[in-house]
């Protein structure tokens, strides 16, 4: 068998040991059935066991709704809203931080490798009852450009595709 | 002759200056507002807008030309002040330098300027919570929250409920 050959035969092996797992992955996820709904509140950010200053959680809250309003395709309401008391399918969204680093612009800035900051956030929407209908740990980072806030707007671009990816006004219909 | 006009006329012009100068002295001067980065969360103001912060009765008040935001100061739940930092060089200029060759813009990234943060919680009219985020000059945060506190607003930080009055509030 001449090297000429042996080369191709190893490159259609090489070849396929990387397609057919990703086919096979392909195969078996298929689309995700959404559940309806048509507005999702968004209920202020707990922390209570770890120390997240004040501005990431507001940063995280207002992140959230205007990236659920832009990314999700349901109306999103903040907490305490009385006009979310009559909007129909509505899912409530409860976020808990369980970690947090507050990494330095300036390190990354001047590293590029150090300093990232990171955000870990356990997502639960629940129904208006407060049945659990999706949980998600989801994680926000800012590794090389910009202020420390952007893992916030990080967090809240993932968890609006979330949304997306799992709710829809039109599902079931 | 000359002298007694000249007396005269000193006398009527003391008598017109001084109402004046007493009227002056009598009303408070308005309030000094503090030039400010809204970061985010005021409603219909984008982020990271310049404009003056000011404490004006029962009103906070946020302007940026002519666009003019009231919160009620009553219905701030909570008001925190941190700290921060930025690039010395910021904006577009700040960006560029980053190609700077020889590291250069990394060396300009360590030249930083601190800043004060005013973070606050409020609800709207339907009742729901809004958070808005200003950066200001170091040493601004901490008096505009002690006039928030002092006009009513709530902190959840302990021991900071019940502001002493500010510097102001003691003249008048």
């Given at each position: ?40 509140k ?7 066991e ?9 940063s ?17 309401y ?96 | ?15 017109v ?45 946020f ?80 008096l ?20 002493a ?8």
């Amino acid at each position: 068998m001449s090297l000429a050959r042996l080369r191709s035969l190893a490159f259609v092996g090489l070849v396929l040991a990387i397609a057919v797992p990703v086919l096979q992955a392909q195969s078996t996820t298929g689309p995700v059935k959404k559940m309806k709904a048509a507005a999702v509140k968004v209920v202020m950010i707990e922390s209570n066991e770890i120390k997240l200053p004040a501005e990431f959680q507001v940063s995280l809250y207002e992140d959230l709704i205007a990236q659920l309003e832009k990314k999700s395709g349901l109306k999103a309401y903040r907490e305490g809203d009385r006009n979310a008391e009559s909007a129909a399918d509505l899912v409530v969204l409860h976020t808990t931080v369980t970690g947090f680093k507050e990494g330095s612009e300036r390190l990354r800035q001047v590293t590029t490798v150090a300093g990232a900051t990171s955000i870990n956030v356990h997502c639960t929407f629940t129904d208006a009852s407060g049945k659990t209908l999706l949980e998600q740990d989801i994680k926000g980072k800012v590794r090389f450009f910009g202020a420390n806030l952007r893992a916030t707007y990080d967090f809240a671009k993932r968890t609006a595709q979330l949304a997306h990816d799992n709710f829809s006004p039109t599902a079931g219909a | 002759m000359a002298g007694r006009i000249g007396r005269i006329l000193l006398m009527g012009g003391a008598m017109v200056c001084a109402p004046l100068a007493l009227r002056a002295q009598t009303t408070p001067a308005p309030p000094a507002a503090t030039k400010v980065t809204q970061i985010t969360g005021l409603s219909g103001v984008k982020n990271k807008t310049k404009g003056l912060l000011l404490v004006n009765g029962s009103n906070l008040n946020f302007t940026h030309e002519q666009l003019k935001v009231d919160v009620p100061v009553n219905s701030v739940e909570d008001v925190v002040t941190g700290n921060d930092s930025q690039r010395a060089i910021g904006g577009a200029l700040g960006t560029l330098s980053m190609f700077a060759p020889y590291g250069g813009g990394r060396f300009l990234s360590l030249f930083r300027s601190k800043l004060d943060t005013l973070t606050i919680k409020y609800r709207d009219a339907d009742g729901g919570l809004h958070g808005a985020i200003f950066t200001m000059p170091v040493g601004k945060a901490e008096l505009l929250k002690k006039d928030l506190l002092a006009m009513g607003a709530h902190t959840s930080v302990p021991g900071e409920a019940h502001a002493a009055p500010t510097a102001k509030e003691q003249k008048q």
